[in-house]
């Protein structure tokens, strides 16, 4: 079975969202059979490339919020992540591009390391003050901090169209499905849960759609194909 | 709409079936909305690295064939590519491992070129005597001819890890689907069709898929999520 998660290291509930949901995964009997993919969404792909801003700026443009309630807000996010057992740093969280971030998570999909990459970036998006968004640098020193090969990492950076297409269909099939919002959960493309859930929650939607999962697709016409000993016309 | 087309460059149906799904696809009328992605299937996994064999000396050792045999199915299969409008060369083909070909076809999926480096290999294959098994050297011709840069190729066919565990999923799905021979195409991961149909098959398969193409999935719990707006807790 195929869980795919549209997320955007952004966005804190999607931070929230992956450890609560891995939790679930962890205890569900048929996890060795279900394979994970993150997929991108930009929360916000007008923002400018390799710039950063703070977390009040962008909060009192967007909502008009205030210092107090931005505060209020962090403070609040802090909670729940503490509560699901994860790190979070109540100041200093910037927002900013997260084109290239994408691009970074489809490589490493390629070297079988998605998980490792977007663990990195949340971590320093949301346990670490130290601003990521906007610098090349910053990426490269993240990434490598969690195992990469630098020069590999920068090499991608460096090739904007590397991955470019991929983080972009994954963008067009959420705009397919109507996502307007991550984290977004697709169990086997048959089944949706939106949202940071309650791992419980987590649970009832992989045992249903495990038991949902579709069998092999159905065959509608039969010709000539090759095989392990040869090429055959069906009779 | 996603079709996916699992393929061996070694399969000469595959060769065919794709020229006679492209012009099905061709007058379809939701083509713009169809993607397409070539999936990896090895005819024969067990084949060493590094050596080319003829035909001849394939179709002897598997299924002991005579020259004239083997001669006689070249022809037949030259025709019948030909009436689909395809080149074909009835003499000097050659088999082999197919491992790393099946890398570079995921390495050119990332650049949006896989249909390119696909037809340049089946070209390479079934319309030019020169063999194209078993050599490094001649892949990154073929694949330079087709205009990919000679470096990347060649760096890619140089790391062995570089798209080996994306080619292996591929395997493995072909696997859980029950799939013993190629082309095998699935159309939504919902309707398949085996073998190099005839194009009004592949018609036909198109209209039956995209009738019953299936919507969003269904939502079944909404929560805490971030949006263009901002991070919301649904009411």
Redesign the interface.
């Known amino acids: 079975m195929q869980v795919e998660i549209w997320t955007?290291v952004?966005?804190?509930?999607?931070y929230?969202?992956k450890k609560r949901f891995n939790d679930a995964l962890e205890k569900f009997e048929h996890a060795d059979q279900v394979?994970v993919v993150h997929r991108s969404f930009e929360?916000?792909p007008t923002v400018p490339t390799g710039i950063s801003r703070s977390i009040f700026e962008h909060?009192s443009r967007?909502?008009g919020w205030s210092e107090v309630e931005v505060d209020a807000s962090e403070r609040q996010?802090g909670a729940a992540a503490n509560e699901a057992g994860l790190e979070y740093s109540v100041s200093g969280r910037d927002v900013g591009n997260s084109f290239d971030m994408h691009r970074l998570l489809?490589w490493a999909a390629?070297?079988?390391r998605q998980e490792d990459m977007l663990d990195a970036l949340y971590l320093a998006n949301f346990a670490d003050a130290t601003p990521l968004f906007g610098s090349a640098d910053r990426l490269v020193e993240v990434a490598a901090g969690a195992g990469f090969d630098a020069d590999e990492v920068r090499a991608v950076l460096d090739d904007p169209?590397?991955?470019a297409?991929?983080v972009r269909?994954d963008e067009r099939q959420a705009q397919?499905?109507?996502v307007?919002?991550?984290?977004?959960y697709?169990?086997?493309?048959?089944?949706?849960?939106?949202?940071?859930?309650a791992p419980e929650?987590f649970t009832?939607?992989l045992t249903?759609a495990w038991g949902d999962r579709?069998a092999?697709?159905?065959?509608?016409?039969?010709?000539?194909?090759?095989?392990?000993?040869?090429?055959?016309v069906?009779q």
């Open positions: 955007d952004n966005c804190p509930f999607c929230l969202g394979s929360l916000d909060q967007k909502r996010l489809h390629e070297l079988g169209e590397r991955y297409a991929a269909a397919e499905f109507g307007n919002g991550v984290p977004f697709v169990f086997d493309r048959k089944y949706a849960v939106s949202g940071a859930q929650t009832q939607a249903q579709p092999a697709p159905t065959l509608i016409a039969d010709g000539d194909a090759c095989g392990p000993d040869g090429c055959e069906p």
